[in-house]
């Protein structure tokens, strides 16, 4: 493993404007998002330019991490097998074993998540860069390592 790479979902590698409603600070609205969370709207979802990197570090090496604020059910694993969307750890919110962290702001909750995990042995002292779209959650965890904003970079690739 050469370096940890760590991914969002929603507007990061995946465009799911359609379904994922964010209040304006651009956090997720996860009451509304929980309705609109089907099989048929899952389907609807589409790639960003940000998934060629994912596959060229997984391909690479690199440890790939998703952490989403989502709470992924089946039709998430499997549109993520389908578009061939590759990683080896998701940190998601139906992982959570308490309402308390169920109910964090996403920064708080995707803090909470990676802290614990890159203190594991295996991945101390490794590199680790993060690709995320909101603006909380980049001024929370760029206090432990950095994190790059998914929207220019997505604009740039496209280009």
Known sequence: MKNII??????TVINSLH????????TLNLQAYLQNQTPENIAKDTLLPLVSV????FAAGDYIIVLTARGMIKADYDY???????YH????????????HYKMKDGEYKLFWIKSF???RQFKGKPVIMFDDAKPVKSVLRKLF?????????????K
Do not use: W, Y
């Open 6 to 11: 760590i991914f969002d979902l929603d507007e």
């Open 19 to 26: 379904r994922t409603p964010n209040f304006p600070d651009g």
């Open 54 to 57: 994912m596959r060229e570090r």
């Open 80 to 86: 993520l097998t389908d578009n061939n969307i590759p």
């Open 89 to 100: 750890k998701i940190m998601s919110r139906d992982q959570c074993k308490t309402t308390r």
């Open 118 to 120: 890159l203190n594991l």
């Open 146 to 158: 950095p994190v790059l904003c998914a929207h220019k970079i997505n604009r740039k690739i496209a």
